[in-house]
């Protein structure tokens, strides 16, 4: 097993490296792909055996969550930037402080996110001006899934670890095995015990408990410094603060990034037509299949440059980001694509009476579906910045370019229109400006990276 992890690790910072982020990207995508499917096995048996309400209410909590979850979230990314920068140096003392202090950490801020998000959920949701038809069940979803975010948050870690070490396939066969007991749990417990928005919440939690054992039962078997024991587990400050260093300003943009997509859902309930939020909601859940399919290349790129970084190798940097980009465009407009092409079939599969809820949805996914591979790029900037740690960098201009611009956007321009389009239009919009502002950022902080190894 040592020699497979080692082998593993070199293959990491040693070309060619097309063919290896292909087989890198391969399982991260389809472990994505299953993790969306606990949020649309929900709406779909919600869809089609309680009506399209379900659907609204689960649809109205997603930017919310995403929200008060991306902060934690973006910490996991900070833990596997250590652990990588640490593997590429082969600094096995390094890496396993990280292990041993993420685990608890993601315990720790699970238990935070449990009181906030059970106490408070109502609040949130009443603050965004969710409908009152839709308020209750909302309310109850969110209590429900917050008090089970705790297995939530240590298996995203867990699994940030595991693929900073080069094992992307785990995490994939831990999360098939989670995802067919949600769907199980799904049909049992709103088809035969006849619960609603409750029964969807309290299979993800049950389902999502079986992933986190499954990967820490992994990292406790390993051979290598990625090893986790249980009685080593505390948080070290240094490497807590390496952790947070890289990963609060991850999770900071990631928690902005909900905040400006929380306001677009405040806008879309403004409309307060429930034709609009049931459509617009499933068309935000398709949207994050594609979403998905890029985003695996950021965590790709993190990985890649993380390990590169830590051996000092900058000129592999570049090639890596160059093929990723790559690699995210043709991925991007052939989901995106494929998306908008079937949106009313797939559309259909969350609304059971479509109609105008469809066409809403469609006018949703013509300005998202259509350009949106230039969101996977933008994220696979964002991710190489932070592989190189320069965590803070893509968190400034997101704030400035995307998060800030959509808000500004609303309050201006869709407040003078008032319309769908005037809405929805804002996402290329700040997608484009967000690009220039990064590349510009990554230039720089290669170039010196660069410079800084040849003086020495």
């Known amino acids: 097993m040592l020699k497979r992890e080692k082998r593993l690790r070199q293959d990491l910072c040693q070309g060619p490296f097309l063919p290896k982020i292909i087989s890198y990207t391969i399982p991260i995508i389809l472990t994505s792909v299953l993790q969306l499917l606990f949020n649309a096995a929900d709406l779909m048996v919600l869809g089609q055996l309680k009506g399209n309400d379900n659907v609204g209410a689960v649809g109205a909590t997603s930017s919310l969550i995403n929200l008060l979850v991306s902060l934690f979230t973006g910490l996991s990314i900070g833990a596997g930037v250590c652990v990588a920068q640490g593997i590429g140096a082969r600094d096995d003392e390094r890496v396993s402080r990280a292990v041993h202090t993420a685990i608890p950490a993601a315990a720790i801020g699970g238990a935070v996110l449990t009181v906030v998000g059970?106490?408070?959920?109502?609040?949130?949701?009443?603050?965004?001006?969710?409908?009152?038809?839709?308020?209750?069940?909302?309310?109850?979803?969110?209590?429900?899934?917050?008090?089970?975010?705790?297995?939530?948050?240590?298996?995203?870690?867990?699994?940030?670890?595991?693929?900073?070490?080069?094992?992307?396939?785990?995490?994939?066969?831990?999360?098939s095995a989670a995802g067919v007991l949600n769907i199980l749990l799904n049909l049992f417990l709103v088809a035969v015990c006849d619960m609603a928005v409750d029964g969807?919440?309290?299979?993800?939690?049950?389902?999502?408990?079986l992933a986190c054992v499954l990967v820490l039962r992994k990292l406790m078997c390993r051979g290598d410094s990625c090893k986790l024991s249980l009685k080593k587990m505390r948080i070290d400050p240094r490497a807590l603060g390496r952790i947070v260093s890289i990963g609060l300003p991850a999770g900071i943009q990631g928690s902005l990034f909900s905040i400006s997509n929380v306001t677009i859902q405040s806008s879309v309930n403004s409309f307060n037509i429930e034709a609009i939020n049931n459509g617009c909601s499933a068309a935000s859940n398709i949207e994050g299949f594609v979403y998905m399919g890029m985003n695996a290349f950021q965590q790709t790129v993190t990985t890649f440059v993380g390990q590169n970084s830590g051996a000092r190798k900058y000129k592999n940097v570049g090639r890596v980001v160059g093929l990723t980009l790559a690699c995210v465009t043709v991925t991007g407009l052939i989901l995106g694509s494929a998306a908008r092409l079937f949106a009313p079939q797939l559309l259909s599969l969350y609304l059971k009476e479509g109609g105008e809820a469809i066409r809403y949805g469609i006018t949703r996914m013509n300005y998202v579906c259509s350009v949106y591979f230039l969101c996977g790029i933008m994220d696979v900037l964002s991710g190489s910045l932070r592989g190189m740690g320069a965590s803070t960098v893509p968190m400034v201009v997101s704030i400035l370019g995307a998060c800030g611009l959509r808000v500004l956007?609303?309050?201006?321009?869709?407040?003078?229109?008032?319309?769908?389009?005037?809405?929805?239009?804002v996402f290329p919009v700040s997608w484009i400006v967000t690009i220039l502002a990064l590349v510009v950022c990554f230039v720089i902080v290669w170039k010196k990276r660069i410079e800084a190894v040849g003086a020495q």
């Open 200 to 209: 969807v919440a309290l299979a993800t939690v049950i389902s999502q408990l």
């Open 409 to 425: 956007w609303v309050v201006t321009v869709f407040r003078q229109y008032q319309t769908l389009d005037s809405l929805f239009v």
């Open 118 to 175: 059970v106490c408070l959920s109502r609040w949130f949701l009443e603050l965004m001006a969710t409908p009152a038809n839709l308020l209750g069940q909302a309310t109850l979803y969110m209590q429900i899934y917050f008090a089970g975010i705790i297995p939530i948050l240590v298996y995203n870690f867990g699994a940030a670890i595991l693929r900073s070490a080069g094992d992307t396939k785990s995490p994939l066969i831990y999360l």
